[in-house]
């Protein structure tokens, strides 16, 4: 939750300083609480990764230059015109502009928020317990997020098993070691995903418990009526702001219909459960956080 805030919020903001203190921010939670488990480790690559984002993306604007003779140039380099046809010329390099660098910078912090963002919630959410805090009616949502948040950081750590192992044996490193790498990192991670499916689907996940056809008909269409009235709810929250009452009551409306059809689908479930994972006082502040931090970003705060 904190880490779709801080995507979000990044994706809204323009200023560069708020996006670096984003960033930052998420790397200040990941060492604060990460822990010993294999996908804790994964954060330096998305760190890497989003230095190489914000390099790649000064890069193409100096490469790639739009800007036609600037009034202050920062920065002048010799003006290369390539011809692909009749009527298409391509401009490359010639004066930019701090302006022009500085909009370049921006969104390349703001891909680089996002980024970190994304690496902040692989490192410290568990599957496991994403898997136990969700509710029956959203099994088939919760595993698909459960198996894509663990593949980057199960990927990595098969990375750094195998290339301990070919340490140990003295083999190669470097691009020549590539070739030996790709096939024992991929049937590592496939075998460890295989072994969370048959985990999972020994403690019930994927499996229907027996209901009447009444009942059945009953919560499916519930969760159809909630569907629909959150939609209309929100097209007339856009579509006519002066009558907000009407218009939220039906998204109320639409949400509490949807929490019904998930306590009716989930009294079908037969997955098994020995620890049941109960909200405590940090789960409730981080769900605060992420409330204020997202009201902040939609109201423009943000980009003071």
């Known amino acids: 939750m904190l880490g779709l805030a801080f995507a979000i919020s990044a994706s809204l903001t323009v200023n560069p300083l708020t996006l670096s203190v984003l960033g930052a921010l998420s ?12 996908w804790s480790r994964s954060v330096v690559f998305y760190i890497r990764l989003a230095g190489i984002v914000i390099a790649i993306r000064l890069l193409f604007r100096i490469i790639f230059n739009l800007e036609s003779d600037p009034a202050n140039p920062l920065l002048v380099l010799p003006e290369v015109n390539l011809g692909l046809g009749d009527l298409v010329t391509m401009h490359l390099f010639g004066s930019i502009s701090a ?108 499996r229907k418990g027996t209901q009447s056809k009444a009942r059945l008909t009953l919560t499916r269409f519930t969760g159809l009526a909630g569907l629909v009235l959150i939609a209309v709810g929100a097209f007339l929250l856009i579509l006519s702001p002066t009558n907000q009452v009407l218009d939220l009551s039906i998204t109320v409306a639409g949400l509490l219909s949807t929490v019904i059809y998930i306590k009716m689908s989930a009294l079908g479930s037969l997955r098994t459960r020995y620890l049941v994972q109960k909200f405590r006082t940090g789960d409730y502040a981080i769900y605060l956080i992420a409330a204020l931090l997202l009201a902040l970003a939609f109201s423009g705060v943000l980009n003071f």
């Open 99 to 206: 302006e022009s660098l500085q909009a370049a910078l921006t969104d390349g912090l703001r891909l680089a928020a996002i980024i970190l963002a994304i690496g902040m919630a692989n490192s410290l959410a568990n599957p496991m317990k994403l898997l136990k805090t969700t509710p029956g009616a959203l099994y088939e949502i919760a595993t698909a997020i459960s198996i894509a948040i663990n593949l980057a950081p199960q990927l990595i750590a098969s990375l750094n098993r195998v290339r301990r192992a070919r340490g140990l044996r003295g083999q190669s490193k470097g691009i020549k070691a590539l070739p030996g790498l790709v096939i024992p990192v991929l049937e590592d991670t496939i075998d460890q995903s295989m072994t969370l499916a048959a985990s999972m689907s020994a403690r019930g996940f994927g």
């Open 27 to 38: 790397m200040l939670f990941v060492l604060a609480f990460r822990d010993q488990s294999p």
